[in-house]
């Protein structure tokens, strides 16, 4: 989790008492936000092992084209530098990337991973030699995501893997990349707040009494059915606190 029961409970001011259904609520409703706030930045935040298969989204030459190829100093086919076609760039999903664990392969025929034999040893590339990653200043991780390959990266969709933690450190949503712990309460406790309140208007809870004559009924106000449809979003205090985090590089590299 980016936050903790503990902080969100702080900045509800309920550290001393909370009822059991309303902690329930929360709880419920908590990894929902956070889901929420990852969807909107499109990016898993949390540091984490992650793969993907690139480039994708881009116009490609035809495979039997080998004028817009050359051969590499290890024997591997790499599109001709200067190729409109190829670019030097290839960008990551869940930033920062770390350099640490970060590992490469190019396969022409792998068919996205999906050909036998595809991605093994002799198609690992060198981060240092074949590629280098986009580093931020601190020198062990890249808020960019950028893998850059001077040579250009080949442009046949999903021949590039690549594994790789991405995401931020528990320590460091304490510190450099706060506004995301914050951005997450905020979006928690406006869902949490709203549902509640949803409830308390609408009679939304378990019902836990009721009369037959002249029919009387009594509902819980503070269960998990008072959502009742309601739709997650992220506040738009959250949405400013972390604008600069969301990885819109990606679309242009």
Known sequence: MICSRAELLVYLKKTATIAEADLALLDMLHPMAEQALKDTLENDLEYALHTEYLPIGKPYPARTDLADYDWNSSGRVVPRRGNRNSSIYLQLKHTPVWLAGLEVWEDLDAYAGQATGSFEDDDKLTVGDDYYLDLSDQGTYSESGMLINESGWPTEPRTVKVTYYGGWK?????????????????????????????????????????????????????????LNGMVISVPPEALNLVARFKNYGRYLA
């Not at 709203?194 to 106000?221: C, F, H, L, N, P």
């Open 170 to 226: 528990q320590e460091q949503l304490s510190s450099v990349a706060s506004a995301i712990k914050m951005a997450a309460i905020l979006t928690v406790t406006r869902a949490f707040n709203e549902a509640r309140t949803q409830a308390t208007t609408s009679g939304a809870g378990a019902i836990t009494e009721e009369d037959i004559g002249k029919y009387r009924v009594k509902y819980d106000q503070g269960t998990s059915s008072s």
